[in-house]
């Protein structure tokens, strides 16, 4: 991955409303990507405002480096996980979360980068986040049982044929195994991006156990803001989305957004991937007595 990206931000003047991003303001990026975030806040929050930003992903940490060069003082970058952010010890005025992968993880500056996340390029079939560590996609397909394939199919992918692509997976692997996207795609059996799409980000959300830690990072974050601070999420999965809306509704938020915001007809136009983007946030209150 090269220091460029090809990624475009989504709901960034939303997300900075929702944060009331304000010169001085600390901010914590969870999910860093491409950037765009990062800089928004930077932006809003100049001269003085200060921003740590992670991502999970080693290969985007050369763009987090150049972002300290470009930033000093004002941005910190780390290679790690969101949910573990209480290892900080620091507080926060505003967090965003962006889930999901950016475009940069399908391809650096259009060029492939075999990672595996893209149904229309053949690569192997790897889909972690972090290379370094946990099962790839592959491994994963080679060793779930016929159950917990067809549940992860059916919860993520709502797929309404998830035992029957459970069952022609689990065939297949007896007698070659699923190492590449080629290799999905042909067991699936169905070359329309819709059918592929929610399949593999399936797959992708159970690889990286992202639902496992949204829960985990959305505990952390109450933890980590200051009194008033702000949280926003932004989900890509109505399971993602269901997860966020009943923690702040469980927890001690006021919202911000009494509806989740959705990108405007403008955003849509000009960037497709966005569709189903979906922006909640709250503001944490003190725990009343009682
Ligand atoms: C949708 S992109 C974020 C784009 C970014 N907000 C921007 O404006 O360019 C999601 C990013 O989150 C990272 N990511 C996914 N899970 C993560 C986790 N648990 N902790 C930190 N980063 C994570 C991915 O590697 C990816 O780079």
Do not use: W
Not at 64 to 70: A, H, K, M, P
Not at 182 to 210: C, M, W, Y
């Amino acid at each position: 991955m090269t220091n460029e990206t090809i990624h475009r931000s989504v709901l960034t003047a939303e997300m900075k409303t929702a944060l009331a991003v304000k010169s001085g303001g600390t901010y914590l990026d969870g999910t860093f990507g491409g950037g765009g975030h990062s800089a928004a806040l930077l932006e809003a929050s100049y001269p003085d405002g200060k921003v740590v930003a992670l991502d999970r992903d080693p290969m985007v940490e050369p763009r987090g480096r150049q972002y300290e060069e470009r930033y000093p003082g004002r941005l910190v970058f780390h290679q790690m996980s969101y949910h573990k952010m209480k290892d900080l010890n620091k507080l926060f005025d505003g967090i965003v979360l962006d889930l999901g992968m950016s475009s940069d993880q399908l391809s650096a500056t259009g060029e492939p980068i075999g990672r595996g996340f893209s149904f229309s390029r053949d690569e192997p079939l790897d889909m972690r986040f972090d290379p370094t560590s946990g099962a790839s996609a592959a491994m994963f397909l080679r060793q779930a049982s016929l159950l917990e394939i067809t549940r992860m199919l059916s919860e993520l992918a709502q797929d309404r044929y998830s035992l029957t692509l459970a069952r022609k997976i689990v065939e297949t692997r007896r007698t070659s195994p699923i190492k590449t996207t080629t290799d999905l795609v042909r067991v699936i059996g169905n070359s329309n991006p819709k059918v592929l799409a929610p399949i593999f980000q399936a797959i992708r959300i159970s690889v990286n156990r992202e639902l496992e830690i949204l829960k985990a990072g959305l505990l952390a974050a109450k933890e980590c803001l200051r009194q008033d601070g702000r949280l926003a999420v932004i989900t890509f999965h109505s399971v993602e989305d269901r997860i966020v809306k009943s923690f702040f509704r469980e927890n001690n938020f006021e919202l911000v957004t009494k509806k989740p915001i959705a990108p405007s007809e403008d955003e849509l136009q000009s960037n497709p991937s966005s569709r189903s983007a979906h922006l909640r946030a709250g503001i944490i209150k003190e725990e009343s007595e009682s």
